[in-house]
């Protein structure tokens, strides 16, 4: 089973809409990374989280690690094309321990 | 700054036939990872190097998977001899040296999409 659970598997919206993914573990998270992939491509670093309550943006891009450290979501604001591509969580689960990465949520934006 | 450099980026080959992919990781980065992203999955750690000592290859299928990073900068992934399920994108990464516990950024490259008939 995957130690790091996202929903929704797939997302399709409408462009200008918001969305949210989020990304689950059953452990605690030591450092909660957001990658996006681009079919054929390597991951793009988006942004790390590491306390619990923490919240970072860019641009459009809003990211918070909960209290319990052990859910984080992902928000987009007015969807563009440009933020289609596959979303993937990673972190570490125990300290110490390398990383594991969420299966990813795959976003489409529909012009 | 130049990136992380993979080549191939895309090979083919029939199974019970070898391959082996390279990697060239940022300069001055310490630790370099190996994942396997098969479709529809996210990434799996095959192996992780700091300088040229592994780390962690718990996850490598060391029956028919081997790889060497022998001067602490260039690495290889070999398969020898490749399976059906061996199909997926190979991703090479590197961050800084990593403490245990710190939270060292990956800086990945563009893949190697193997497909094995």
């Known amino acids: 089973s995957q130690e790091l659970e996202q929903s929704p598997q797939s997302l399709i919206v409408q462009e200008g809409k918001n969305l949210t993914i989020n990304c689950t573990s059953s452990?605690?998270?030591?450092?909660l990374y957001w990658y996006k992939q681009k079919y054929g491509e390597g991951l793009i670093f988006l942004m790390m989280l590491q306390k619990g309550g923490e919240e970072k943006s860019h641009e459009k891009i809003t990211a918070k690690l909960d209290e319990k450290k052990q859910q984080s979501s992902l928000h987009i604001t007015a969807s563009q094309p440009s933020h289609a591509g596959i979303y993937l969580c990673g972190a570490r689960i125990n300290y110490g321990q390398n990383f594991v990465f969420g299966p990813g949520t795959r976003l489409s934006v529909l012009p | 700054e130049a990136g992380v450099a993979q080549s191939p980026r895309y090979k083919i080959i029939e199974k019970r036939q070898s391959v082996a992919f390279w990697c060239n990781p940022i300069?001055?980065?310490?630790?370099l990872y190996w994942y396997q992203q098969i479709l529809g999955q996210g990434p799996k750690l095959l192996i992780q190097f700091q300088n040229n000592g592994v780390v962690d290859d718990s996850q490598l299928p060391k029956d028919r998977f081997s790889a060497e990073r022998l001067k602490g900068v260039d690495s290889t992934l070999k398969i020898q001899p490749a399976k059906l399920e061996d199909s997926a994108v190979y991703l090479c990464a590197s961050s800084v040296l990593r403490d245990r516990g710190s939270y060292n950024e990956q800086f990945f490259g563009p893949g190697t999409r193997l497909t094995v008939l």
């Open positions: 300069s001055g980065h310490a630790t």
């Open positions: 452990k605690t998270l030591y450092g």
